[in-house]
Nanobody
Framework: VQLQASGGGLVQAGGSLKLSCVAS????????IAWYRQRPGREREWIAR???????DYTDSVKGRCAVSRNYAKRTVYLEMSNLRPEDTAVYYC?????????WGQGTQVTVSS
C-alpha cells in the first residue's frame, strides 16, 4: 500500500483546510486510516482515525475542530480541519494499518499564521 497525503498549506488562524490521503491499493487499504502530526520540536502524535465501521476517534486537542471521512470509490480519506490555531502547525501524516502491518504517507505541511 502506498499513501499520498496532500492538501496542506499556509492558512491564517481561524481558517480551514482539507487534507487528503489517497491509497494505491484497493478499497480495503483505507479501512483503517489514522492521521498523525509532528509539530516542530515534538514527537509525532496521533490525532484522529476512521475505523472500518465508519466511526471516528479524535484526540482531545482537535476534537470538535476536525472531521475524518472516507470515500471508497476514490480510495481517499479526508481530514477536514477548521478553526485552525498556530499550534496546529505541523507536518500531517496518514497511516494505513492492518493485521500488524502499517504504511505511512509522506506527510503534508500545514502552517497556521497568527
Amino acid at each position: 500500500v502506498q499513501l499520498q497525503a496532500s492538501g496542506g498549506g499556509l492558512v491564517q488562524a481561524g481558517g480551514s483546510l482539507k487534507l487528503s490521503c489517497v491509497a494505491s491499493g484497493g478499497a480495503s487499504s483505507i479501512r483503517n486510516i489514522a492521521w498523525y502530526r509532528q509539530r516542530p520540536g515534538r514527537e509525532r502524535e496521533w490525532i484522529a482515525r476512521i475505523n472500518p465501521d465508519g466511526s471516528t476517534d479524535y484526540t482531545d486537542s482537535v476534537k470538535g475542530r476536525c472531521a475524518v471521512s472516507r470515500n471508497y470509490a476514490k480510495r481517499t480519506v479526508y481530514l477536514e480541519m477548521s478553526n485552525l490555531r498556530p499550534e496546529d502547525t505541523a507536518v500531517y501524516y496518514c497511516k494505513a494499518y492492518s493485521r500488524g502491518s502499517e504504511w505511512w504517507g509522506q506527510g503534508t505541511q500545514v502552517t497556521v499564521s497568527s
